[in-house]
Structures are given as structure tokens and as C-alpha cells.
């Protein structure tokens, strides 16, 4: 099936699925290949407490491809690795016009998330149709039946982060959203004079949710004062600007387009570089008792 044959249903603007476009531009990767005439040192790191992948690592060479999908490449940036950061995997998708799939998720209990960063989809989750655009945010329950086909001219571009849910007793699975961030407004960090903010999706008190995956802005010059040691895993892509980071023992340049991937407990703290706004796309996990038993855990 195209996008082309699905039935012209759409929600339209005033419609509550609708998620509407915005003024912020994200990056996303050119692809292709570089010239032979490259220095090849670059800026990528992988350590035993995080992993900086630029975005100069997003060539064609480097793509996947999934069962299911049709007209669709990736690239696969955080998988879980024993030893590491082992609760979510994250993807850059590229759907071509016409691309998609009916069905995408294929591991029971599996919840995700998409960040759409360019062009247009028709996502459906349990047959309610929303359009999408730059900046919409959707979040898929597990069990949640959904599907999503490339809808405009161009290509459709979105990250998609999965992690299998992990129920709580007494607590209920949350539902399905779509929001865009452009429709939310950014929570400024205590005492900051907003130079630091967090775009949030989910109230923090939600306890359902055992993951959130946010957008972090810091105006330029806006830092985090301290070293963050905490046990929340992270993926951090970074949708507009640059910064110095502080990745454990090390100072990191990023820019738009880099990922930082770590694990628990890595110290972490950052300066924006300006001349504009530093943001990112933040990943981690919440509300939940650390496993003392099976997979990742030493009991038996």
C-alpha cells in the first residue's frame, strides 16, 4: 500500500489530530558519501561511559533497513549493549514520498516514541488519522496498532525511540498522543531566567510513564552549573546549535546533527556556544524500580 491509496480522510486543521508546523528547523542527515579527498578524522568517540556519534558518521554506507517498511532507510544510533546503555534504541528514519509501513513495530510490549524533524506522514494509531509535520511529537503505547505512510512531496524524516514497557502494579498503560512542540510551553529551569528550558510532552508526575523523551533548549551561554550524576540512561540528538559538553572525564564539541549516547551515571554538564539557541532531543528512563533479578540484573 502508498500513501497515494490511502483513503483522502486527514484530519483537517481544526481537526484534534491535527499537529501543526512551527517556526524551529531541525537538522537532519544529508546522507550521501564524502569525497576521497577528506581527512578522515573526525570527532567520534566511544568510551566506556558514552559515545558522541557526529553527524559526519551519517553517510550512505552507514544505513539500515527493516522488514515491513517499504521506501524507508535508517540509521540505527543506540541499540542495547550489555555493559552499557541497555534500555532504548533510536533511530534516524527517511521514508521516501509514497514509503511506509502497515506494520512497524514488530516486538510485543514495545512503546515508542516519534519526533518528526521534516516533511509530512498520515500516522495512524488505532484508527485515528493524524497528519504530521515538522516538530510533532507522537507517543505509541504498547499494544498500540499504528501505521504511518510518507504523506507530502518530500521525503518524511522522524526519530523513533523504543523501549519495552515496563508495567507497575496499580498503575494503568498511559494512551497514545500527539502533540507538536511548537503548541507546549518550555518549563524554565529554577533560577535560570529561562536560558535554560525543557519542552515536556508528559508531566513529570505521570507515573505511567516509565520514559520521557523531551526537547532541552539553553540560550546561548545558558550551562548546566553542575556535573549531572544520575541513573537515567540517555540518548541526546541535537536538533539546532552547538555546545561544549562535559561526557565524564572529557570536554566534547557538538553540533547540530551529533548524538550522545550515555549510560548511567555518566557525568555530564555543558556551555552554549551561540551565536543561537542549543537544542536537543532527550531521551531517558523513569518511575521505575532498578531489575534485582534476570535480564540486566545480577539475581536469579
Not at 533548549?217 to 536538533?239: A, D, K, R, W
Not at 551565536?275 to 533479578?293: A, I, Q
Request: proline share 9%; net charge negative.
Amino acid at each position: 500500500m502508498t500513501a497515494s491509496q490511502l483513503p483522502p480522510s486527514a484530519p483537517r486543521a481544526d481537526h484534534p489530530g491535527e499537529a501543526k508546523a512551527g517556526p524551529h528547523r531541525y537538522h537532519v542527515p544529508e546522507g550521501g558519501l564524502p569525497p576521497q579527498s577528506r581527512v578522515m578524522t573526525g570527532r567520534a568517540v566511544f568510551t566506556e561511559a558514552y559515545a558522541v556519534i557526529p553527524k559526519g558518521c551519517f553517510s550512505d554506507i552507514l544505513v539500515s533497513y527493516l522488514p515491513g517498511w517499504e521506501q524507508t532507510k535508517l540509521w540505527l544510533i543506540a541499540r542495547p549493549m550489555t555493559g552499557f546503555s541497555e534500555t532504548f534504541s533510536q533511530y534516524v528514519m527517511q521514508v521516501e514520498p509514497g514509503g511506509g509501513s502497515e506494520t512497524p513495530e514488530p516486538e510485543a510490549g514495545a512503546q515508542g516514541w516519534l519526533f518528526f524533524t521534516e516533511g509530512e506522514a498520515r500516522l495512524t494509531i488505532d484508527g485515528v488519522v493524524y497528519q504530521t509535520s515538522s516538530g510533532t511529537m507522537a507517543y505509541l503505547p504498547p499494544g498500540a496498532r499504528w501505521s504511518l505512510w510518507a504523506a507530502g512531496q518530500a521525503p518524511c524524516r522522524f526519530h523513533w525511540i523504543r523501549k519495552l514497557y515496563e508495567a507497575a502494579p496499580g498503575i494503568a498503560v498511559p494512551e497514545a498522543f500527539v502533540q507538536n512542540e511548537n503548541d507546549i510551553a518550555p518549563v524554565g529551569m529554577a533560577g535560570t531566567n529561562g536560558v535554560w528550558a525543557t519542552t515536556r510532552f508528559v508531566d513529570p508526575a505521570d507515573l505511567r510513564h516509565d520514559g520521557h523523551v523531551n526537547i532541552v533548549t539553553f540560550q546561548p551561554g545558558g550551562v548546566i552549573p553542575f556535573e549531572e550524576t544520575h541513573v537515567m540512561e540517555h540518548g541526546l540528538y541535537v536538533l539546532e546549535g552547538k555546545a561544549v559538553y562535559k561526557l565524564n572525564r572529557d570536554w566534547v564539541e557538538v553540533e547540530a546533527g551529533d548524538f550522545m549516547w550515555l549510560r548511567a551515571y555518566c557525568p555530564q554538564a555543558c556551555y552554549a556556544g551561540g551565536p543561537g539557541p542549543f537544542r536537543y532531543l532527550l531521551y531517558k528512563d523513569v518511575n521505575r524500580h532498578p531489575r534485582l533479578r534476570g535480564a540486566g540484573a545480577f539475581g536469579r
